[in-house]
């Protein structure tokens, strides 16, 4: 999508130099079309390419998964956010939708406190919170903020205390997580922030952050269909 942030990735391949010429040009062309002709299914490579080999963040279980990969720093995942709640809401049972921090580095805090607040049980409660602190209130930074301030942060929004936050941060348990949210984001070929991959299977490439939302429906259907 042309709203993306890199997480310190941004350089563009000749390739997505290509697809981004190329999406310029079918947006022309539809602009032409009948207003009823300019529909259509998601193009690979394009709108959504097919993951080789991927596989679910989590086992699927019988339901469709959506992950958004984010980033608590980015601005794009913090509008973005309001987009997918409005979504998530009118998805169907079978669909369960999860949130995956970007690990770009060992050091990304934001991402050590998600899972923290998850292994507590706040993840739920302070998701907008933490976008809110970052983007709106400016209580945190987008980049750089230490241990104790992430602590000290989810303390006033319902950790037992800054040291026990603290504790979980730099735990065994979050150190997997992040070790495993790096190996999805890479074996997903993740390049910024927010992606969107459907059942471990397809990451959406869309344009827009709309359009992005457009495609995983169709993806959905797609994945739905076969059932």
């Not at 019988?62 to 997918?84: A, D, N, P, T």
């Not at 406190?113 to 933490?130: I, R």
């Not at 230490?146 to 950790?159: K, L, S």
Request: glycine share 8%; charged share 20%; hydrophobic share 45%.
């Amino acid at each position: 999508m042309s709203s993306i942030c890199d997480g310190g990735h941004g350089r563009r391949t000749g390739f997505a130099r290509l697809r981004a010429a190329f999406g310029v040009a079918l947006l022309a062309l539809a602009a032409l079309l009948p207003a009823g002709a300019q529909e259509h299914a998601p193009i690979e490579n394009l709108d959504y390419v097919v993951i080789p080999d991927g596989q679910p963040w989590q086992p699927l279980q019988g339901r469709i998964e959506v992950v958004e990969v984010f980033s608590y720093g980015c601005v794009h995942c913090f509008h973005f956010q309001r987009l997918m709640d409005t979504w998530t809401r009118r998805q169907a049972k079978d669909v369960r939708v999860t949130y995956v921090p970007a690990v770009f580095s060992a050091g990304d805090t934001f991402a050590r406190g998600f899972f923290a607040a998850q292994t507590l049980g706040l993840q739920a409660s302070t998701h907008h919170a933490v976008f809110s602190a970052v983007h709106e209130r400016s209580r945190l930074p987008r980049s750089g903020a230490g241990i104790d301030a992430i602590a000290g942060f989810y303390a006033e929004h319902g950790a037992p205390s800054q040291a026990a936050f603290r504790a979980a941060m730099t735990s065994p348990a979050t150190e997997e997580k992040l070790n495993a949210a790096n190996a999805f984001a890479i074996r997903s070929g993740v390049q910024g922030t927010p992606t969107l991959i459907i059942n471990g299977r397809y990451r959406v490439t869309a344009r827009s952050l709309d359009d992005t939302l457009a495609i995983a429906d169709q993806l959905i259907a797609r994945e739905r269909a076969p059932r």
